[in-house]
């Protein structure tokens, strides 16, 4: 974290180059984040030289949205903070650490795919929580019974089946 005495010099320094720079209160709208997460990302070191105004406010700049894209992608994808904080301190010393880094990403990679393939599993059960729950309502507005849910699927191979289709 940067409290720097010289931080109007930076904030100069970029609009002289034109480089955008970011309140916090735009970063929170643009991440849907609180600004507390933001303080706390950059209290355990995971947005780095943040520039702090003399009256305390913080001014991000575009290595910062990079930045929390990735903690972002990370966060929705299930590592944890302290996996996120070790990736990049590991980035720090990526001559290292190349291997921790493939090998984190690779681990991570295979638990997305994992979770993947159970949300297609879940999908499926919805799908057929659907058709049986939209048969249902067909059954009410007809005042027919209302289907059992395992005679209902097994009408429902039995039709496919005599189509062509098998499940």
């Known amino acids: 974290m940067t409290h720097s005495s010289n931080s109007n010099d930076i904030i100069n320094e970029a609009k002289k180059t ?7 209160r735009q970063i929170s ?5 609180p600004a507390s ?9 995971l947005l780095t030289d943040v520039v702090h105004t003399a009256s305390g406010a913080r001014i991000y700049n575009q290595s910062h949205i ?3 894209g990735g903690i972002m992608c990370f966060k929705r994808t299930g590592l944890s ?3 996120i904080r070790q990736f990049y301190l590991y980035e720090e010393h990526m001559e290292e650490h190349a291997h921790d880094i493939s090998q984190m990403m690779i681990d ?3 638990d997305i795919l994992n979770q993947i393939e159970e949300l297609q599993n879940d999908l499926v059960h919805i799908r057929e929580k659907v058709r049986y729950y ?7 507005k007809k005042n027919e019974p ?9 009408n429902e191979r039995n039709k496919n089946e005599n189509n062509g289709y098998k499940n």
């Open 18 to 24: 034109d480089l955008p720079t970011y309140t916090i």
């Open 29 to 33: 709208n643009l991440y849907k984040l």
């Open 37 to 45: 997460t933001l303080r706390y990302y950059e209290d355990l070191g």
């Open 66 to 68: 990079d930045r929390l």
């Open 81 to 83: 903070i302290a996996k």
């Open 108 to 110: 991570h990679e295979q």
């Open 134 to 140: 939209a048969a249902v309502e067909d059954a009410i």
């Open 146 to 154: 209302i289907p059992e849910w395992h005679q209902f699927f097994a």
